[in-house]
Each structure stands twice: as structure tokens, then as C-alpha cells.
């Protein structure tokens, strides 16, 4: 299984553009780069997912380089209603499935006003 | 189209009793999953359940854990004998195949015990 590795924690203002960097050196050929979002008191909820180049819907951006090895969240002109905890998950899903995928400490993302 | 739904949202119990918690997946999906997190923790994967099989229990404590997904009614999580290490948000999730996307998370039972 790939492992992750994320920041802890991240502050950030309203309106501003955030952005969350995942590495995964160990990524394998048939992995996907999977994101969850989780406030508190609530269960995570799918963001956005990608293999490579980049991927976009109405909620955020997912950027994948060439080799693979990490990918970067991006979120666009963040609210107080951002502020939550952030997963990324690397892994075959659709071989798999989530069984096998490990979710991290995740990053913490602190919106101020 | 219902969430996923858990209940209780909070359980309190004290040591030596049984907690059941329960789950109710999103209509027309037939496989369930539990987690466990502990405060600051990521979600631990504990057990995949299908309609009346356990498809992997690899993260289910080997004694008073067990799990179930019966042909009618929800998925229930029993706790036997709970001890205060069994403190924990339990957190269920679903979906349509095998092989999902994505998963579709419930809110969770927050266990305490006294």
C-alpha cells in the first residue's frame, strides 16, 4: 500500500486560495489519488479524485504530476466553512476497494476570518 | 434519497456492558463498511461487509468485536464486555459495488464509556 504523507495542520484566510500537497512516493501503477473532507462530528466526505494531470469539479481542484509521487488539493477562495480536516488517500479502489486504503492523520485546515 | 444513517448518535455505557451500534446504508447499496477513529486519529478500517457476509474483518479487534449485515435491516457493530479503550467515534460507510468511486459516510456513533 502507498503510504502518504501530508501536513499536519494549515492556516488560511477567507477568500484566499488554499492548497494541500500529499506525497506518495510508492505509488503503484493501478493506484488512484482520492480526497476526503471531514468536519467535526460528522464522517468524511468524498472531495475529488484523480490519476493524473489534472482534475476538476465544483468543489476543488486536483493537480498530479508526470511521475506521480505527489498531487496537490487546491481550493479555491476558501470560507469559514472550509475550515475541517482534509485526506488523501492513495490506492487501487476499484480492485480492492476501501478495505485495504489507509486514512492518515489527515491536514487540518484552520479558515480565519 | 436518504444518507447513510447511524444511530445512536451518542452511546453511553459503562464498563462490562454491550454497545450495539447500527447502520442503515443509502438506498440500493449493498456493501457496508465500518471504522473506528480515536480523538486526533485518522478512520481505522475495521470490517467490509456484503448482504449476510463478511467479506474482511482484518481490522476487527479478535475478541468481543463482531459485525453483521443480515438479509433485511441495517448493519449492526456489537461491542461485548466494553472498556474504556473502546471510547471512539464509529463510523459507517456504503456503497453500490464492490469497488467503489467513493464511499458514503454516516455521522457516526460517538461511544463513551464510563
Known amino acids: 500500500l502507498a503510504k502518504t504523507t501530508q501536513p499536519i495542520s494549515m492556516d488560511s484566510y477567507e477568500g484566499q486560495e488554499v492548497n494541500i500537497t500529499c506525497s506518495h512516493n510508492?505509488?503503484?501503477?493501478?493506484?488512484?489519488i482520492t480526497w476526503y473532507q471531514q468536519f467535526p462530528s460528522q464522517g468524511p466526505r468524498f472531495i475529488i479524485q484523480?490519476?493524473?494531470t489534472k482534475v476538476t469539479n465544483e468543489v476543488a481542484s486536483l493537480f498530479i504530476p508526470a511521475d506521480r509521487k505527489s498531487s496537490t488539493l487546491s481550493l479555491p477562495r476558501v470560507s469559514l466553512s472550509d475550515t475541517a480536516v482534509y485526506y488523501c488517500?492513495?490506492?487501487?479502489?476499484?480492485?480492492?476497494?476501501?478495505?485495504?486504503?489507509?486514512f492518515g492523520a489527515g491536514t487540518r485546515l484552520a479558515v480565519h476570518p | 434519497n436518504a444518507g447513510v444513517m447511524q444511530n445512536p448518535r451518542h452511546l453511553v455505557r459503562r464498563r462490562g456492558q454491550e454497545a450495539r451500534l447500527r447502520c442503515s446504508p443509502m438506498k440500493g447499496h449493498s456493501h457496508v463498511y465500518w471504522y473506528r477513529q480515536l480523538p486526533e486519529e485518522g478512520l481505522k478500517f475495521m470490517v467490509y461487509?456484503?448482504?449476510?457476509?463478511?467479506?474482511?474483518e482484518s481490522g476487527m479487534p479478535k475478541e468481543r468485536f463482531s459485525a453483521e449485515f443480515p438479509k433485511e435491516g441495517p448493519s449492526i457493530l456489537r461491542i461485548q464486555q466494553v472498556v474504556r479503550g473502546d471510547s471512539a467515534a464509529y463510523f459507517c460507510?456504503?456503497?453500490?459495488?464492490?469497488?467503489?468511486?467513493?464511499?458514503?459516510f454516516g455521522s457516526g456513533t460517538q461511544l463513551s464509556v464510563l
Open positions: 460507510a456504503s456503497s453500490p459495488t464492490a469497488s467503489p468511486e467513493k464511499l458514503f
Open positions: 484523480g490519476y493524473k
Open positions: 461487509l456484503q448482504k449476510e457476509n463478511i467479506i474482511d
Open positions: 510508492n505509488i503503484a501503477t493501478n493506484d488512484y
Open positions: 488517500l492513495v490506492g487501487d479502489m476499484f480492485s480492492g476497494g476501501y478495505n485495504k486504503l489507509i
